[in-house]
């Protein structure tokens, strides 16, 4: 999906197990509904990693911690799909794990138990991670844990005085709420891109109509690319809207990772020296690549 991109790319984030049940019927409630069930390689951090090795930046390097139970299954899968992994072995907790309920127009609902991924702390950071890095990725989900949210601040201001520029996917509108906006945004200070979807777009911004939200944190962040599903991506910068692009078209069977998908082909065609108009376009490629199949990964 594109050739060898010089620099490397750190992703600081999740790695979860996920259990995938695509159900073409609704859940019938204390009975039995069909379903196709897969476990699968997974979480945000992890996924964005592997699409951006797919779409051609090496080194990828991922910061994650795991469960004993999966570290090697984890490590041989992320290795595979030319990830270098730095895998820290949580010594109590499992390996995070995610259910997918998919239904039969291929919208998701998750069960989330974060285990192992949001025990990352401080102690787990290496400031070498960073030796080659021309770019760094944040998972959102590490700001909503106390631990892993002094592990993302650090690795945010080690950047920082590196001047390596740092990304940062919001995550989930429902953690957002629950951690509290001004909190968030205090704690991403300094970002340079950041990429939400519609729902976190609006709920950041406080604004219900997302190209007013868009435009509203293009104020704090240089650019802001917020996913929107099938009516593809909204980019910002200085306060405006600066381009619309349109999805590309594909039958979704999964939707799960179909943001980080995007975020890996966005990242690739940025490092790439792509636009940031052509690196949406080759985010939303990533991403029509992703929903073709089940799970989260290239």
């Known amino acids: 999906m594109g050739g060898a991109v010089s620099g490397g790319l750190l992703v600081v984030g999740d790695v979860v197990t996920d259990v995938v049940a ?4 609704p859940l019938a409630p204390a009975t039995d509904t069909a379903a196709r069930i897969r476990t699968l390689p997974g979480g945000a951090g992890a996924n964005a990693a592997c699409w951006a090795a797919r779409c051609g930046v090496a080194p990828v390097r991922l910061l994650a911690r795991v469960g004993a139970e999966s570290a090697a299954w984890h490590e041989r899968a992320l290795r595979a799909a030319g990830v270098r992994p730095h895998l820290v072995v949580d010594p109590v907790e499992p390996t995070g794990t995610v259910v997918a309920l998919v239904g039969g127009d291929a919208e998701r609902t998750f069960l989330t138990d974060s285990g192992a991924a949001l025990r990352l702390s401080t102690a787990d950071w290496d400031v070498e991670l960073l030796d080659g890095v021309v770019h760094m990725h944040l998972s959102g989900y590490l700001f909503f844990t106390d631990a892993s949210r002094e592990l993302a601040e650090l690795a945010l201001r080690t950047a920082r005085e590196r001047r390596v ?7 989930s509108a429902g953690f957002l709420s629950t ?4 909190r968030f945004l205090s704690s991403v200070e300094g970002v340079s891109v950041l990429l939400p979807n519609a729902d976190e777009a609006r709920l950041l ?3 219900t109509d997302v190209r007013e939200a868009a435009a509203a944190l ?3 962040f240089p ?5 929107l599903g099938a009516a593809g991506v ?4 200085a306060g405006a809207v600066t381009a619309e692009v349109p999805a590309e078209p594909a039958e979704a069977v999964d939707t799960t990772g179909a943001g980080d998908a995007f975020t890996g082909g966005f990242l690739a065609a940025r490092l790439a020296g792509a636009a940031p108009a052509d690196a949406a376009r080759a985010g939303c490629r ?3 690549a992703a929903v073709v199949r089940l799970g989260g990964r290239p």
């Open 179 to 182: 951690l509290g906006v001004n």
């Open 218 to 220: 293009s104020l704090r």
């Open 165 to 171: 520029p740092v990304s940062v996917d919001p995550a």
């Open 205 to 207: 911004a406080g604004r």
């Open 234 to 237: 909204l980019l910002a910068s």
């Open 286 to 288: 990533a991403a029509a």
């Open 22 to 25: 695509v159900h073409a019927e």
């Open 223 to 227: 650019l802001v690319v917020v996913t």
